[in-house]
């Protein structure tokens, strides 16, 4: 199975800051890469899928970026709504499998 | 609108059996590639299986750690995915989502039904 590692497993940050996740895959994965955001108590919900395409009605300060086995979901300018817990995933081979997880707090 | 609403969780004894459903509208069922996804509590994201359309032979794949125990299925007729969990284990307890699954990545979930095993 591919196993994907993300860094770091927790971060704090104040509005407005420019922060960065990212998520290692034990082997290549092309840009099977998708980003995730889960709030307490919700379903997750698709941020950004292909390592870098936004998902439609995701808004822009979100990125992503990578390919092969290194991938960085970065958030620029940090809104309230935004602290959450974020998950990678690779589609690339059967299982599909998820990053651990990085929470994201206020400070 | 995409609309997923699981159903059909419940508390069970170990070694016990339950049915899932997931409840769709909003898109053509018929021609989606469906996944259920799990959490447990506290913890990360699980993929637990995927089923294809039926021109695509309604393949499933699964997890390791459900495969011969868990079976996905599918009635287009009726819009609903199905889970069967058999020999269910305490370390299947978690919340179970249901979602489309476009080329392995997912892209709507439904709002998850809770799965306890415990005796």
């Known amino acids: 199975d591919i196993q994907m590692t993300q860094s770091p497993s927790a971060l704090s940050a104040s509005v407005g800051d420019r922060v960065s996740i990212t998520c290692r895959a034990s082997?290549?994965?092309?840009?099977?890469l998708s980003w995730y955001q889960q709030k307490p108590g919700r379903a997750p919900k698709l941020l950004i899928y292909?390592?870098?395409t936004l998902q439609s009605g995701v808004p822009s300060r979100f990125s992503g970026s990578g390919s092969g086995t290194d991938f960085t979901l970065t958030i620029s300018g940090l809104q309230l709504e935004d602290f959450a817990t974020y998950y990678c995933?690779?589609?690339?081979?059967?299982?599909?499998?998820f990053g651990q997880g990085t929470k994201l707090e206020i400070k | 609108e995409v609309h997923l609403v699981e159903s059909g969780g419940g508390l069970v004894k170990p070694g016990g059996s339950l049915r899932l459903s997931c409840a769709a509208s909003?898109?053509?069922?018929?021609?989606?590639?469906l996944s259920w996804v799990r959490q447990a509590p506290g913890k990360g994201l699980e993929w637990v299986g995927r089923?294809?359309?039926?021109?695509?032979?309604?393949?499933?794949e699964y997890a390791a750690s459900v495969k011969g125990r868990f079976t996905l299925s599918r009635d287009d007729s009726k819009n609903t995915l199905y889970l069967q969990l058999n020999s269910l284990k305490t370390e299947d307890t978690a919340m179970y989502y249901c979602?489309?699954?476009?080329?392995?990545?997912?892209?709507?979930w439904g709002q998850g039904t809770l799965v306890t095993v415990s005796s």
């Open positions: 089923i294809k359309t039926v021109t695509d032979v309604g393949t499933t």
């Open positions: 979602t489309t699954a476009v080329y392995g990545f997912f892209d709507y």
């Open positions: 292909a390592a870098s």
């Open positions: 909003g898109f053509t069922f018929s021609n989606a590639w």
């Open positions: 082997q290549n994965i092309d840009s099977y």
């Open positions: 995933q690779q589609s690339d081979i059967i299982p599909f499998t």
